[in-house]
Structure formats: structure tokens, C-alpha cells
């Protein structure tokens, strides 16, 4: 027999379909911020769509999918989440960057337990953020509600970015020879990249405590969020001033910078030509960690890595001043067995 007390709905279900819709009628609001001339339509349709530019005579797509990792445990942990949007953007749009694309649009999926509206709309605001700094355009995504999955406070987040490039521009290191020079650029702490690692090292209330050295406290400065790197990629690229680039994520120098590398030539780099920012201290002092594993997991302070002529050198740190960005001279490529030293 029917029993009224027993009727179901979505709303039931987990899946709060007015809130969704409030809150896309948010991102339709704000993602026009980010909009250029090359966008067609508004957010909400099944799909994006995006002009392809004129300017170009042999164009390819360079694309890039990524998320934030478990650095959104912290910021659900203290509660701040504006950084991680813009995490988000910088993880997706410096991978495409480095490759000497300039960056034409994104889209994000949020996955949630219940929607948190404060919660989404900083991380929206972080995104918009995020893709201002890097020039391109919020053209659709995604929000799911999936309690199930990730019960009443979880969330994650991915991220999709698209990118244009001529064919005789891509920097894929096919250009890098013995005496060129390595410059390292600085990063913004940990960016996003080895939280599963400090994650075990500390405690929650660990992210509460104020260090000096840091003018904040360890979970402020963790969730510090990455830089974006594109404008600044994309003038030097353009320009042509780089033979590669490296954006440091997880692996840390060596194991991305090897990316870049032809055989036949090895990069070494002097670890004292740039100094270590506190953070990676406090971190290795607390776990007990190893050299070699902290160079390993984290960028250790240098959040982008570039190979270029020597006579290129003070003009790319000219441009990174520019952009606010401190640069360090770091290294060279010699030849030998493609890999990279530490020294």
C-alpha cells in the first residue's frame, strides 16, 4: 500500500537540485569576467564554445587536465577555499604554458557531498581569479552532488584547459644544447603538489600554529596558492627567448626538468644560488625527512625552471621582474648522460 511518509525525491537522494541551480546562476554571473571576444554563448548550454583565433598560420591545441590533490583536505580542515580555485587554474594552464601555448579556455568539475554555497562560491571566486591572471576564458563545467561518494562535507576538484600554439613555436626541449643556462623562477611555497606527505607529518592542530619565519600560520601558508606562470611563459615564449621550461609539480625538479632534457646532454644545477623558502624547512625538520626526498616530492622554493642562450639571460630576468616574479641563475647544460644533478 502507498505510504505517503515514505515518498522519495531527489532532494532525498542527496542531490539539492535548487541550490545547484543558484549557484550556476552564480558562475553564469561572474565567469562573463573572464569572457574573451573569442567566447560564443554563456555558461549553461551541454557545451562550450570558443572561436578558434585568426592570427595564426599553423595552429595546434595543446590541452591539460589535472586536479588539486589532497591539499583540499587542509583547506576543508581550516576552512579557506578561494586559493584552491586558483590552484586549480594554475596546475592545468602552467602545464600547457610551458610548452609555449598561449591559453585559451577552461572548465572546471566540482564534485561535492552536499553544496556548501560559501564553500563553492570562494572556490568559483578563486577560479575567476585564477583564469584573469592566466587570460583565458571560464567556459563551462560541471557540479555534481554525489553524498554517497564523498559524504555530507567532502569535495574534490579537476580542471580542463585548452591552449593554441603554432607548430614551429611548441618548446619541447628539442632545442636545448651544452652551454646553456638554467634559470630558476620562484614559486609560492608548496603550490599544490606532496600534501599526502604533510599530511602525515602534521595534525591538524599543527595548521593553527604562527611561526615567525613565516609571518603567518603553517595552514595559512600552505594553502598559499600557486603561481600562474602563463603570461609570463607566453611573452618569453613568444619572443623567443627560451629553448624549454619546466613547471615543477610533483617529482620535483629533477623529475620534471628531466622531461626537457635531449639525450646526450645533462642539466646541472647548484643548489645554493637560490634560497629555500622556511616552509620546506619546517616541514623537513618535523618529519624527519631526507635531502634527497624533499628535492624529490617539493619545488623546494622554484616553482618554474627555463633553458635558454646565455645572451637571453638578463632579458628573461628583466621580464620575470616584470612580472613579479624573482629569478635565479641556476645551473647549465653540459654534455653527458641525460639526467639531472643536484650539486
Not at 600554439?165 to 623562477?185: A, L, Q, R, T
Not at 620534471?256 to 646526450?264: A, K
Not at 631526507?290 to 617539493?298: I, L, Q, T, Y
Not at 635565479?328 to 648522460?337: A, L, P, Q, S, W
Request: aromatic share 10%; net charge positive.
Amino acid at each position: 500500500m502507498y505510504n505517503k511518509k515514505m515518498e522519495l525525491n531527489y532532494k532525498k537522494a542527496g542531490v539539492d537540485e535548487k541550490k545547484a541551480e543558484k549557484l550556476v546562476n552564480f558562475i553564469k554571473r561572474v565567469a562573463k569576467q573572464t569572457f574573451s571576444e573569442n567566447v560564443i554563448g554563456n555558461i549553461g548550454f551541454f557545451g562550450g564554445f570558443f572561436k578558434i583565433p585568426s592570427n595564426y598560420k599553423n595552429p595546434v591545441f595543446v590541452s591539460s587536465t589535472d586536479g588539486v590533490g589532497t591539499k583540499i583536505l587542509i583547506g576543508q580542515e581550516i576552512g579557506l577555499f578561494k586559493g584552491l580555485g586558483i590552484d586549480l587554474v594554475a596546475m592545468n594552464c602552467n602545464d600547457i604554458s610551458v610548452c609555449g601555448a598561449k591559453v585559451l579556455f577552461f572548465l572546471d568539475y566540482i564534485a561535492v557531498g552536499e553544496i556548501k554555497e560559501k564553500r563553492e562560491k570562494e572556490i568559483i571566486e578563486g577560479i575567476i581569479e585564477g583564469c584573469k591572471n592566466a587570460e583565458c576564458s571560464l567556459i563551462g563545467g560541471e557540479i555534481a552532488q554525489m553524498k554517497d561518494i564523498y559524504g555530507k562535507d567532502g569535495f574534490d576538484l579537476a580542471g580542463f584547459c585548452v591552449g593554441i600554439v603554432e607548430k614551429d613555436g611548441i618548446i619541447d626541449g628539442k632545442n636545448v644544447k651544452k652551454n646553456n643556462v638554467v634559470i630558476g623562477v620562484s614559486s609560492n611555497g608548496v603550490h599544490s603538489n606532496g600534501f599526502s606527505l604533510i599530511r602525515k607529518i602534521f595534525k591538524k592542530r599543527d595548521y593553527y600554529k604562527y611561526y615567525d619565519e613565516l609571518g603567518r600560520t603553517l595552514g595559512e601558508e600552505l594553502l598559499n596558492p600557486t603561481f600562474i606562470y602563463s603570461t609570463f611563459l607566453y611573452e618569453l615564449s613568444s619572443s623567443k627567448l627560451i629553448n624549454a621550461s619546466a613547471h615543477i609539480t610533483g617529482g620535483g625538479i629533477e623529475g620534471n626538468l628531466i622531461r626537457v632534457l635531449p639525450y646526450e646532454t645533462e642539466c646541472i644545477i647548484d643548489r645554493k644560488t637560490w634560497e629555500i623558502p622556511p616552509v620546506f624547512k619546517i616541514i623537513q625538520k618535523a618529519g624527519g625527512i631526507f635531502d634527497k626526498e624533499m628535492f624529490n616530492v617539493f619545488n623546494m622554493g622554484l616553482g618554474l625552471i627555463l633553458i635558454s642562450e646565455k645572451e637571453n639571460v638578463e632579458k628573461i630576468m628583466e621580464i620575470a621582474k616584470k612580472h613579479k616574479f624573482k629569478s635565479y641563475i641556476i645551473g647549465e647544460i653540459r654534455k653527458g648522460e641525460r639526467k639531472v644533478k643536484i650539486l
